[in-house]
């Protein structure tokens, strides 16, 4: 019995032994500090800047009147006072408004046929035609929205003047019998920060561990004599001695960091914050534990230390892609679903977005709530046949050199001459 | 001269054969990979069948209609009927729905009397794209019931059918769409994300292949063969890589231009150029950022961090033009700008090169680039030894 407790209570001791050399790690390795520390407190700031300004504003177009009547004026003042909409200049002729565009001065042509105010004078449909450059679709679609309000608030005007009704309320009614009001839910803005942010916060802090459990992970291989990923110490001689010491450390690290991302930067920015750290506790947790385990799993496969920046940065851009933000989950066909479970970043970006952008209780993101301690499960069972893994290895090279050596000294003392 | 360049070639060659793990995986299998990635998820073009939902409180012959008119649009699909809007809301935050329509009790009945009855339509527009998709089909759907409503008034008045559509929408806006006139996302994303990424790969693998050198101590040699030359030590280093990459680049270009038929208004012939441009471009980037950080890792951290923003400030999903004035400058420092800006002026809409000029300008200023730092390349590959 005694014993048994001395050998928990040693166990106890390594593990802490553990966490303090990976802290050491952490804070010495400058491989290990930019991506454990730099990355996660300054990319947000920097991505936060990029997409600071939400959406565009004055998106330049050139307008081709070719009418030149008061009312052709009015739907080009129309579209000017738009907010987003600028009307840059006014061009003679076609070839002159695709010089324009050509030099990048505009994005959009607006041409207003000749027979624009006979048209509507006569009662006759007329068409307004847009050219749009369609190499950004945030230009493409703040164009033609303003085109398309600014059409139907003149078009109702016109038809008020052509009904002649009696009360004002009368033409309302005829012009739009039916009435449509459009919410933009959660992000009413539309803003393109509050939109990918939140995801890209979420995927910063899986692939910042991974890099950081890849990056500890190499350097522990290089600097092992046998290339193997556990030292041949007796404090490294359990695999939940390393496992829950070295992920302690990460675990504490990435509780603030999770922090920070998740709450301050939001707040600092202005994004879009529904949910509060108290709400949030819950997928944190299983997340960053989940991106561990991953990690430690993952990080058997790590040779040499420089890969593992291959390796994340390759995969960065598609697992974001994979978790459905950018482009619509429902479009991702099934076998690209199925390779995005075996990312946390999947759950974890997913259950964050509806949390925090969309105002979800844990009971409607119980999904991925539950899929991400599946993850901790597995991924933790997977760590541990890893490091079980590499601490036989470990034990093996070492007994093997030793036997060499014995029969290295065995055959020296028969045979001088078959030294090798 | 040609020699001792030969000699090294061959060196790498064999360097890249008999690391496959390394060389094989990172230029050409994981490449071709995301090529197919991002060209298959997105193979739609336009995401379609969507799911909305519906609240239909009116339960009308209209309502239905209405309905079974949304269902019928190639972006969305009515999934699910819910009896309020507090069941709506929920599943548009368990993200089920993108969004959903309202029909109010006594809709038709109201719009029937002329009483003005309202329609509302609620989208998530904290997913832009899927968001901005369904907006435009609820909108239309809703626009069209309205217009049904009133033609059959103007019907009843005697109007003819053309008279009745120019007195419903007086002004129509005929949007065209230059060089992309589907609207397909694919093309979109897929022309300038895989450059992008393909660009990062060969920016990491330039300063990692001149860093391993130092990490195994072969730099001696290396430079040894090439007497002591370092232009003729980086050359014969990178040419066999500029050939490799230069091959999966322009499969890259084939399986985009050729085989999923992206749009593109340039000869052919210009695609591949500005295929290998990037492919140099980049190579000169990394083998600069290397000069600049003469360590393995530090070098390739800083590659990384730097390549990861191209995806932003490429401006290819957030406009340049709309970010701050300062970033606008900072632009001119991610060759993969330079890039997106030659795919969209000559390539995608066609305009003469003259319009770009100042791009290959840049461009070619990121391969001489590493000119600046040959003699600190050479300092590291020469003197120092690698601290891990």
New interface residues.
Partial sequence: MKEFFAKRYRALGDMAQIFLDEVKMVFTDEGVIIFFLLVPLLYPLLYSWLYNNEHVEDVPAIVLDESKTSASRDFIRRCDAAADLKVVGYANDMEDAKKVMMKQGCRGIIVIPSTFSSDIARGKQTTVSLFVNMSGMMNYKALLMTLTDVSLEMGSEIQIQKLGSITTREDEISTHPIESQAVAMFNPRSGYGSYLLPAVLMLIIQQTLLLGIGMSAGTAREDNRYEDLVPMSRRYGGMYRIIFGKGFCYFLIYALMATYLTIVIPRLFHFVQLATLHDLVPILLPYVLACIFFGMTMSCLIRHRENVILVIIFTSVPILFLSGVSWPGASISGYWKGLSYLFPSTFGINAFVKMNSLGATLNDVRSEYYCLWAQVAVYFLLACLVYWWQIRMAHKHVLHNEKERERRKHASKFNIFYRH | MLGAFFDIAKREFRNMISHPT?YAV?MII?PVC?VF??T?????GL?????VGIVDLDNSAMSRKLTRTLDAYQNTKVVARFPNVREAR?A????DI?GFLLIPKG?EAE?VA???????????????????LI?KD??AV??L???A??QA?LQALGFTP??I????????????????AA?N?NS?LSTT?IPV?LS??II??TA?SI??EL?YNTAPEWMHRANNNIVLALLGKFVPQTIVFTLVMWFATYWMYFVNDFPYQCSPWFLFLLAFLVVIVSQGFGIFMFGLVPS???S??VC??W???S???S?????V????TE?QMLSWLFPMRSYFQV???NV??G??LY?TWSYFVAMLVFILLPILVLWHIKKALTKYIYI?
């Fill in positions: 390394l990172f994981v995301v990635f991002f298959d998820l997105m193979h739609e995401p379609e069948k969507l799911p929920k548009m935050q368990k993200m993108y809709t719009a002329q009483r003005q009855p309202k329609v509302s339509l609620y989208y998530n527009a904290s997913v832009l794209l899927a968001g901005s907006y609820m909108r809703t626009t019931g309205g217009a409503i009133g008034k053309k008279q559509q120019a007195f419903l929408q007086p002004i129509v806006i005929d949007t065209h769409m230059l060089s992309n609207l996302y979109y994300i990424c990062l790969f990491l693998i990692f860093g391993i990490k393995l890792r530090m390739m951290s990384a961090l390549g990861v923003l995806f932003s400030i401006g290819f999903t957030f406009p033009d709309a970010m701050d970033l795919y969209q002026i995608l809409n305009f003469p319009y891990p």
